[in-house]
């Protein structure tokens, strides 16, 4: 029997969870290609094209939401397709400290 996967144990993320870069994680272009730079750790990580796309949006702050509905403009993929992939990075950026997602309070949800 196999271990479970990450994202069969991690609940889904809401559409309106908030996504943010860490203070302390700067990144920059090279060619369609990113590099992200986490300044405590002094450790890099690259991003494919569509990566860096994702970095960029979380960089002004985004929903859940809002990143998957600007990947499906962008590119040809499904809605599951989508929210699965990056809920995925979305869960390794968030264990190697790189981002912070926060789901809303019921009060926010609302609003």
């Known amino acids: ?6 994202e069969d144990r991690d609940p889904p993320l809401g559409d309106h969870c908030r ?3 860490r203070d302390d994680v700067i990144a920059c272009d090279l060619g369609d290609e990113g590099v992200i730079l986490d300044l405590t750790s002094g450790t890099y990580y690259g991003l494919d094209a569509v990566g860096r ?4 949006a979380i960089g002004s702050e985004t929903t859940l939401g809002e990143l998957c509905a600007t990947l499906r403009r962008l590119y040809e993929v499904d809605e599951e ?11 390794d950026l968030q264990a190697a400290g790189l981002v912070s997602v926060e789901e809303p309070s019921p009060r926010d949800e609302g609003a």
């Open 19 to 21: 996504i943010s870069v």
């Open 53 to 56: 796309t994702v970095w960029e």
């Open 1 to 6: 029997m196999s271990a479970p996967r990450d």
């Open 81 to 91: 397709t989508c929210r699965r992939d990056v809920q995925a990075l979305l869960r």
